[in-house]
């Protein structure tokens, strides 16, 4: 393959778990008062960590979200995963096929180390992925779409920038990547292909990504 290091997203990109945890966030925010529907959540929170949601809401009503919100959320998401989570479809078949041809990845997610092995597990995907190879908006000072966690993953995997190729579903996404200096392959399962312009390449089946790379 042309790179040396794949870096997954993994909400909407391993884990399809865009669908659940933008539908409970948009009704939390509307039973806290913020109206919120789906199709908003997707718009404004996809792909970010949850200091967005945080800043988003004062900026745009002056007031703060509960202490306890991100606990509250987590819990409900997370209980969610249990019972609905899935891979996303054709994700198990890409790490196969990097296993077999040798190309080590990892995943950089906005979302904490809590959510990410939550997901894993109930889907599955744990075994796919040592813990060293896991990394989140928490290990670094700034989220997507900030450059910080992309470069963050590819020092700690000892891969230079422009070796690196990114897999996104969301336009912050997208802006991170770009910004470390990396290729970033778009996928379009659930993103508009013209969100995600700023990308190398859009595809809209994970099992069409190993031969892109190649």
């Known amino acids: 393959m042309r790179y040396d290091l794949v870096i997954f997203d993994n909400d909407g990109v391993l884990v399809d778990s865009e669908p659940i945890s933008n539908r409970l966030l ?28 945080h800043d988003l809401v004062e900026e ?8 306890d919100f991100d606990d509250v959320f987590h819990a409900r998401v997370f209980a969610a995963f249990e019972r609905e989570l899935k891979p996303v479809a054709g994700a198990v078949d890409v790490l196969e096929r990097l296993v077999a041809d040798g190309v080590p990845y990892c995943v950089a997610s906005s979302g904490s180390h809590a959510r990410i ?13 040592e813990e060293q190879w896991v990394f989140s908006s928490e290990d670094v000072g700034r989220g997507k779409p900030a450059p910080d966690l992309f ?9 230079a920038p422009e070796r690196c190729v990114v897999v996104e579903d969301s ?5 991170a990547a770009v910004s470390a200096g990396m290729d970033v392959y778009g996928f379009t399962a659930m993103t508009p ?3 995600l312009s700023g990308a190398t390449q859009l595809f ?11």
Do not use: I
Not at 38 to 52: C, I, K, P, Q, V
């Open 26 to 53: 948009a009704g939390y925010l509307t039973e806290l008062g913020y109206p919120t529907s789906y199709e908003e959540s997707l718009r404004d929170y996809m792909g970010a960590a949850m200091h967005r949601v």
């Open 60 to 67: 745009r009503t002056g007031q703060r979200l509960p202490e």
């Open 117 to 129: 092995r939550t997901g894993h597990r109930a889907t599955g995907l744990d075994e796919w992925f």
């Open 151 to 159: 470069l963050y993953a590819a020092e700690q995997m000892g891969v």
């Open 171 to 175: 336009p912050l996404g997208v802006r």
């Open 193 to 195: 292909a013209e969100r």
């Open 204 to 214: 809209g089946d994970m099992r069409d990504l190993p031969d892109l790379l190649v």
